[in-house]
C-alpha cells in the first residue's frame, strides 16, 4: 500500500505509515462492499417489485454465510500453527473453509443464472411465466453477490492477526 501513495506526486502521502492502520482499512471496506451488495438487492426488489422474485434474495442470503463460515476459521489454524486445535483440528478448518469458499462461489454462480437465465434470455416457453419488464434487478443480484464475495476476501485476508497489534 505505501508503494502507491509513494507513486503519488502528493507530498503529505510520502511517509504516511498505513501498517497500524490495516485491520481498520480493511474491515471499513469490507463493511462497505457488503452494506453496498445488499443495497442493491433491497433496491432492486423496492423498486421493481414486479420484475423481482422472493427466491432470488437465496444467493445472497447464502453469499452472507459464506462469509460468516470463511471468516470463522483464523488463519493460523488454516496454516496449521494456531495454539489450540479447536474442534476438528486443522484439516476440520480447512474443510469449513473450503465449504465456505464453495458456497460463495454456488451462491455467484447462481446470481450469473438470475442475471443471464432470467433476465437476459427470455424464454418464449408457454411454461414462463416470469417475463420482467427490466434487466436492473437482475443486474443488482449479481452485483449483490459479487461485492458480498468481495467483502468475505477482504474481510478475511485483507486483516493481520497479530496477537499484539
Not at 503529505?12 to 457488503?34: P, T
Not at 486445535?85 to 447462481?110: E, K, V
Not at 437482475?138 to 449483490?144: N, Y
Not at 467483502?151 to 485476508?157: D, Q, R, V
Request: glycine letters at 10%.
Amino acid at each position: 500500500m505505501s508503494r502507491i501513495l509513494e507513486a503519488l506526486p502528493f507530498d503529505c502521502l510520502q511517509n504516511v505509515d498505513l501498517s497500524e492502520k490495516r485491520n481498520k482499512i480493511a474491515s471499513i471496506c469490507a463493511g462497505f462492499l457488503f452494506f453496498s451488495g445488499w443495497w442493491f438487492a433491497l433496491d432492486a426488489s423496492a423498486s421493481y417489485y414486479q420484475d423481482t422474485r422472493d427466491v432470488f434474495h437465496l444467493c445472497g442470503v447464502f453469499a452472507t454465510l459464506s462469509m460468516f463460515m470463511v471468516n470463522a476459521v483464523s488463519n493460523s489454524l488454516l496454516r496449521g500453527d494456531g495454539f489450540t486445535d479447536g474442534c476438528l483440528g486443522p484439516a476440520g478448518g480447512r474443510i469449513w473453509f473450503f465449504f465456505g469458499i464453495m458456497m460463495g462461489f454456488g451462491s455467484l454462480f447462481g446470481a450469473c443464472y438470475i442475471l443471464f437465465g432470467e433476465y437476459v434470455y427470455i424464454s418464449d416457453n408457454v411454461n414462463n411465466t416470469f417475463k420482467p419488464d427490466h434487466t436492473y434487478p437482475g443486474v443488482a443480484f449479481f452485483l449483490q453477490n459479487v461485492f458480498i464475495f468481495l467483502s468475505s476476501l477482504t474481510f478475511k485476508f485483507g486483516r493481520s492477526e497479530d496477537m499484539w497489534g
